[in-house]
């Protein structure tokens, strides 16, 4: 089974703080994602990356920025801190799909078990 | 870009019995798939079941089935005989061929004993 793991289930920071969230994901899967998870809201989607050192913004990158610098890993970093900031942190990762018909492409995203980050 | 919408911020349904949660898309797209996902309480979102949209015929997991309507947009999931261990937070989610998935913002299912 593929496992996504997240480095802190719960994590408790300061305003202002630079915060790193870190995902790592053992079944070399090329894509790997940074949700945010909000009441009312769903997900959003913060950054993505299909590769090793390449990244694409999503919906809400403004106040973050990622890393990517192995496959297996990808991390999340808050680079000052707000206490609009708090939130639920979804990390996932897929297979890279080709398009319809390829391997890969009717593969569904693997998530992490969350970060409950707060921001006093 | 690609929206999901689900327009049921919660449901409720009588153990043993059925419920119908709703979900629609918009696209261009001719080619993609769609997704269910369940997030239990505090743990972890798991996959429900999938779809590929040039399939015609309804995919069905045990007790969870889909109604697929492509002109429509539309996906529903069917839970069948539902147990108390299906209450949970239930999210439809759209693959597109640029291989970001968009989510819709959740329906929170509750099983009455």
């Known amino acids: 089974d593929v496992k996504v793991t997240q480095s802190s289930r719960y994590l408790v920071k300061r305003t202002g703080e630079k915060v790193f969230l870190e995902c790592v994901q053992d079944?070399?899967?090329?894509?790997m994602f940074w949700y945010r998870q909000d009441p009312g809201l769903g997900l959003r989607l913060i950054y993505f990356?299909?590769?090793?050192?390449?990244?694409e913004k999503g919906d809400i990158p403004e106040g973050y920025s990622v890393s990517r610098e192995k496959k297996e890993r990808f991390s999340l970093i808050l680079e000052s801190a707000s206490t609009n900031q708090t939130s639920m942190y979804l990390c996932?990762?897929?297979?890279f799909g080709y398009g319809i018909g390829t391997s890969g492409f009717h593969q569904p995203q693997h998530f992490g078990d969350g970060t409950r980050l707060s921001i006093l | 870009a690609q929206t999901v919408t689900q327009s049921q911020p919660e449901m409720s349904v009588q153990e043993a019995e059925t419920v119908t949660l709703s979900c629609t898309y918009d696209t261009s797209e001719s080619d993609y798939y769609l997704f269910w996902y369940k997030q239990p309480p505090s743990r972890q979102m798991i996959l429900v079941i999938r779809?590929?949209?040039?399939?015609?015929q309804n995919a069905t997991e045990n007790r969870f089935s889909v109604n697929f309507q492509k002109a429509a947009k539309s996906f529903s999931l069917k839970i069948s005989d539902s147990q108390l261990g299906d209450a949970a937070m239930y999210f439809c989610?759209?693959?597109?061929?640029?291989?970001?998935?968009?989510f819709g913002t959740g329906t929170s299912l509750t099983v009455i004993p």
């Open positions: 079944m070399d899967h090329e894509n």
């Open positions: 996932a990762s897929s297979l």
């Open positions: 779809q590929e949209a040039y399939k015609q």
């Open positions: 990356s299909y590769d090793v050192k390449m990244k």
């Open positions: 989610a759209y693959r597109s061929s640029s291989n970001q998935f968009y």
